[in-house]
Structures are given as structure tokens and as C-alpha cells.
């Protein structure tokens, strides 16, 4: 079971299907939602390591502070940070978005919406159940 997701989307409609899809997979013990990446990254600075999300779905468009902006921030504020994983989740058909990405630790980048088959691919490519019961103990 997993531990906790994230989900970082300014359409709060996306974030509402994405957590349903989340919820059918049963596969998750929480979903923490933002709709703006400068306050999930905020949240995250508060965390003890053991608190962090398993995962992180982030959308690359957003106001304030968008997905790449965060993950720069992010692979700053925790340099030897190896979780969560980092899904870029974007409508984006831009192709230097997802060149744009590569520089990034992230371990996906996906086409929204979410659905249940990739919430079980990442399971199954990246361990992520397995991973979230070690940092949970």
C-alpha cells in the first residue's frame, strides 16, 4: 500500500478526477493535493523524511511557480533526496517540454489525465509500494 501521494495541479477539476482515479486503485493511504507548486513545496520544507509523499504527480503549466521552476527548487532544497517519484503529468505536446525534463530527477513523464494503468506501471517499473513500506519503518 502506498504511503502518500502528491498532486500538484492548478485545476482543481484535474486534481478532483486524478484523486478518484487515485482512490479506485486503492493502492494509496493518502492524497495531498495543491493546486499551487510554491505551497507543496513549502509543505514538503515542513516534512520530516519519513512524512514525505511516495510519489509526486506535477503538471509543467501552472501560475506562480510552474513544474520545472519546482523542480529546480526542489532538487535544491533536498540534493540527496532519492524519494519520491517525480512524475511530470502535463497536457503538454511540446517536445522540448519533455527534453526540458531529462535534466530533472524525475522518473516519468506522462500524458494526463492519470489512470489506474499508470499508477500500476509505476508500481511495478519503480517498486514504489516497496519503497514506501522501507521509509515508512
Not at 519519513?50 to 535544491?76: C, K, Q
Not at 540527496?80 to 517519484?85: A, C, D, E, T, V
Not at 517525480?86 to 535534466?103: E, R
Given at each position: 500500500m502506498l504511503k502518500r501521494i502528491m498532486l500538484i495541479d492548478d485545476d482543481k477539476y484535474t486534481n478532483q478526477?486524478?484523486?478518484?482515479?487515485?482512490?479506485?486503485?486503492q493502492m494509496c493511504n493518502e492524497t495531498i493535493v495543491f493546486q499551487y507548486a510554491d505551497e507543496a513545496l513549502e509543505w514538503l520544507k515542513n516534512l520530516d523524511e519519513h512524512e514525505f509523499p511516495t510519489a509526486i504527480f506535477l503538471d509543467i503549466n501552472m501560475p506562480r511557480m510552474n513544474g520545472f521552476e519546482f523542480l529546480e527548487e526542489y532538487e535544491r532544497t533536498f540534493p540527496n533526496k532519492n524519494l519520491p517519484i517525480i512524475v511530470m503529468l502535463t497536457t503538454?505536446?511540446?517536445?522540448?517540454?519533455?527534453?526540458?525534463?531529462?535534466k530533472y530527477k524525475i522518473h516519468d513523464f506522462m500524458n494526463k489525465p492519470l489512470d489506474e494503468t499508470m499508477i500500476h506501471r509505476l508500481d511495478s517499473e519503480y517498486g514504489i509500494q516497496q519503497t514506501a513500506t522501507r521509509t515508512a519503518s
Amino acid at each position: 500500500m502506498l504511503k502518500r501521494i502528491m498532486l500538484i495541479d492548478d485545476d482543481k477539476y484535474t486534481n478532483q478526477y486524478h484523486q478518484i482515479i487515485i482512490d479506485e486503485t486503492q493502492m494509496c493511504n493518502e492524497t495531498i493535493v495543491f493546486q499551487y507548486a510554491d505551497e507543496a513545496l513549502e509543505w514538503l520544507k515542513n516534512l520530516d523524511e519519513h512524512e514525505f509523499p511516495t510519489a509526486i504527480f506535477l503538471d509543467i503549466n501552472m501560475p506562480r511557480m510552474n513544474g520545472f521552476e519546482f523542480l529546480e527548487e526542489y532538487e535544491r532544497t533536498f540534493p540527496n533526496k532519492n524519494l519520491p517519484i517525480i512524475v511530470m503529468l502535463t497536457t503538454s505536446l511540446n517536445p522540448s517540454d519533455q527534453q526540458i525534463s531529462k535534466k530533472y530527477k524525475i522518473h516519468d513523464f506522462m500524458n494526463k489525465p492519470l489512470d489506474e494503468t499508470m499508477i500500476h506501471r509505476l508500481d511495478s517499473e519503480y517498486g514504489i509500494q516497496q519503497t514506501a513500506t522501507r521509509t515508512a519503518s
